[in-house]
């Protein structure tokens, strides 16, 4: 209500010149040009892109002409359009793809959460992993950047961005903010859809509000910042986007020789768990 407000008022201002036409940061460029300063070039290097979608970003990898470029997307079928209500199935391969000037690339359908551990290692291992606007959209977080941890090379670099929590009693804290219940009526009984129960949680009216069915948790910075730090990712630093409010973060993260945190309150030692470890 207040944004739709805001969004008419900006509007208006606009229009009398009181104000001028606001351009909309593209932070994903922002992101790139941070890539291009911790490696110029992409030569001789194997790249991994998950959830490219539009192909801008793989574009622009592409430019840096790596050896190859691998890119996994969630596969078509399951993808649908949530917003217009309407189930539109992707093209296998998107159009975009095809206008890649690269020898090496390759495009995968794959959820990189649940590939099996063959499918993984089928995949090799890289120099760089660029992920942005994908963490979110994933259930299982902390598993999905241990996978990533995994496909680097010792010394491989890991670009993630990812938009964050905007509650306002959550967003400083160390936390997660799970959302959910998207409607009372929201468990689904068996396969039926028209067959829903439900939730035992009252909806709480400061939860960040996402109109998307594919968003199921939305991170505090630290939460990341402690993700990557437990999956065992070194060097970590922020990469300043110009987006207000700190509704999203982008991070580059290094790979070391260090396999990361175990956790058992018994048993051998040192402990064989790894966290986030699951294959
Ligand atoms: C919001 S779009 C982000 C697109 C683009 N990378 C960007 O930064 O704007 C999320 C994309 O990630 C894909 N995706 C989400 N989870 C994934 C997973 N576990 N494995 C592979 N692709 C995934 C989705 O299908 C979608 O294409």
Same mark, same amino acid.
């Given at each position: 209500?207040?944004?739709?407000?805001?969004?008419?008022?900006?509007?208006?201002?606009?229009?009398?010149?009181?104000?001028?036409? *606001?351009?909309?940061?593209?932070?994903?460029?922002?992101?790139?040009?941070?890539?291009?300063?911790?490696?110029?070039?992409?030569?001789?290097?194997?790249?991994?892109?998950?959830?490219?979608?539009?192909?801008?970003?793989?574009?622009?990898?592409?430019?840096?002409?790596?050896?190859?470029?691998?890119?996994?997307?969630?596969?078509?079928?399951?993808?649908?359009?949530?917003?217009?209500?309407?189930?539109?199935?992707?093209?296998?391969?998107?159009?975009?793809?095809?206008?890649?000037?690269?020898?090496?690339?390759?495009?995968?359908?794959?959820?990189?959460?649940?590939?099996?551990?063959?499918?993984?290692?089928?995949?090799?291992?890289?120099?760089?992993?660029?992920?942005?606007?994908?963490?979110?959209?994933?259930?299982?977080?902390?598993?999905?950047?241990?996978?990533?941890?995994?496909?680097?090379?010792?010394?491989?670099?890991?670009?993630?961005?990812?938009?964050?929590?905007?509650?306002?009693?959550?967003?400083? /804290?160390?936390?997660?903010? +799970?959302?959910?219940?998207?409607?009372?009526?929201?468990?689904?009984?068996?396969?039926?859809?028209?067959?829903?129960?439900?939730?035992?949680?009252?909806?709480?009216?400061?939860?960040?509000?996402?109109? !998307?069915?594919?968003?199921?948790?939305?991170?505090?910075?630290?939460?990341?910042?402690?993700?990557?730090?437990?999956?065992?990712? !070194?060097?970590?630093?922020?990469?300043?986007?110009?987006?207000?409010?700190?509704?999203?973060?982008?991070?580059?993260?290094?790979?070391?020789?260090?396999?990361?945190?175990? *956790?058992?309150?018994?048993?051998?030692?040192?402990?064989? /768990?790894? +966290?986030?470890?699951?294959?």
């Amino acid at each position: 209500m207040i944004r739709s407000l805001k969004k008419t008022a900006r509007f208006l201002l606009e229009k009398l010149g009181v104000l001028t036409p *606001y351009d909309p940061p593209n932070y994903r460029a922002v992101v790139f040009d941070a890539l291009t300063r911790l490696k110029p070039t992409l030569q001789g290097q194997r790249v991994l892109e998950i959830g490219p979608k539009d192909g801008k970003d793989s574009q622009r990898l592409a430019s840096l002409q790596p050896e190859s470029l691998t890119l996994m997307d969630i596969p078509a079928d399951y993808t649908i359009n949530v917003i217009s209500a309407s189930r539109t199935s992707r093209e296998k391969l998107p159009t975009w793809f095809h206008t890649l000037d690269l020898p090496g690339k390759s495009y995968l359908e794959g959820n990189i959460l649940y590939l099996t551990p063959d499918e993984l290692t089928a995949l090799g291992h890289f120099d760089l992993i660029w992920c942005t606007g994908v963490l979110y959209h994933n259930p299982e977080p902390l598993r999905f950047l241990k996978r990533l941890f995994l496909l680097l090379q010792p010394g491989g670099l890991l670009i993630l961005e990812t938009s964050l929590t905007r509650h306002p009693g959550l967003k400083n /804290y160390n936390c997660v903010e +799970i959302i959910w219940p998207k409607t009372q009526l929201c468990l689904r009984v068996g396969e039926d859809d028209n067959q829903l129960i439900p939730s035992k949680i009252v909806p709480d009216s400061m939860q960040s509000l996402t109109t !998307q069915s594919n968003v199921s948790h939305l991170p505090s910075a630290k939460a990341v910042l402690s993700w990557l730090e437990m999956c065992g990712f !070194q060097e970590i630093n922020e990469i300043a986007i110009p987006v207000p409010d700190y509704k999203r973060i982008a991070l580059s993260a290094r790979k070391g020789d260090f396999p990361g945190y175990t *956790y058992s309150n018994r048993g051998p030692k040192p402990s064989p /768990y790894l +966290i986030g470890d699951s294959l």
